[in-house]
């Protein structure tokens, strides 16, 4: 943080400056100019508040120079977060991109879920997500299975090996999801969801929070720091793309840069989700290619057995076939998964 002086602050004014950053624990550098003089912050700056710095008799203006993220900072962690799952799986640094399918929402049709699974599995995926709570901009709207389909999601993962994710909307369901699923999900719409986000930094699960359509990668970053700061430092980031203006197009605009950005500036692993960030099931496959290409950690996207006829979100999700395809071609580029001529996997 610099603090700089007005032109005609007195001696007094700066000591008293000088002693109210003390006072909170921190050290103060005096530099003197010309015409005018500058402080020098060194510490935690999170004890000191700069609008009050700002409030005191002879200071002009109030800077900061380091970031207000500073534990999701590549800065004080310079190494790359990598989290590994007890089946050996791992997000993040060096490691091949991961890829976590399924369907928005999980359904009645224990089956359909079931099929799923096993095409993901089939085609190499190590996540199965799908949501149980889910919120709607319509109370009408089909708002989820609730712990029956918690209970089919784990019991998908029983039979497919596939570890789960699942979406967490209130404080009161974290204990609840914790039994069942892998990775804990909060959603778009709660990415400022503060009381959420510190009570999920007192549990030992994974947690990904996805972007808010309207978030700054500051504000983004400053919701993962609140999970960090509360003591979990499993945080997955997920780029779902920013609201746009043209909506005909496409659902939302997704911020490919964002992702270079953010491996620059944070060492947590970050993946792309192109079905919500588009809305459309074509642009699925190269949207993920483009997201790999810049450096995305892994993939979310959306699949359904029954597309047209989805509770939720079926015009961005595969079918099967489709999903089997454009998984085969996102395998292709991620190296993971080789393919002989007739579409087999080796």
Known sequence: MIIVMEQNATQQQMDRVTKYIEDHGMKSYIHKGDLLNV????G?????NPENIAALD???TVKKIQEPYKLVSRTTHPEDTVITFPNGV????LEKPVLMVGPCSVEKDFDGLIK?????KEMGCQFLRGGAFKPRTSPYDFQGLEEKGLEYLAAAREETGLLVVSEVMDTMDISLLCKYVDVLQVGARNMQNFKLL???GRINKPVMIKRGGAATIKEFMLAAEYVLYNGNPNVILCERGIKGFDSQFSRNVLDIAAVPIIRK???LPIIVDPSH?????YLIEPMGKAALIAGAHGLMYEIHYDPDNALCDGAQSLNLDQFRQVTKSLNKLIGRIDYDNKNNVK
Do not use: F, Q
Not at 44 to 48: D, F, G, K, M, V
Not at 277 to 281: L, S
């Open 58 to 60: 002879g200071v002009s």
């Open 116 to 120: 799923i699974a096993k095409a993901a």
């Open 265 to 267: 500036i944070s060492h």
């Open 198 to 200: 510190k009570a999920l």
């Open 39 to 42: 402080i020098a912050v060194i």
């Open 277 to 281: 960030a588009t809305g459309k099931r």
């Open 44 to 48: 935690n700056e999170i004890t000191i």
């Open 90 to 93: 791992k997000i993040g640094g």
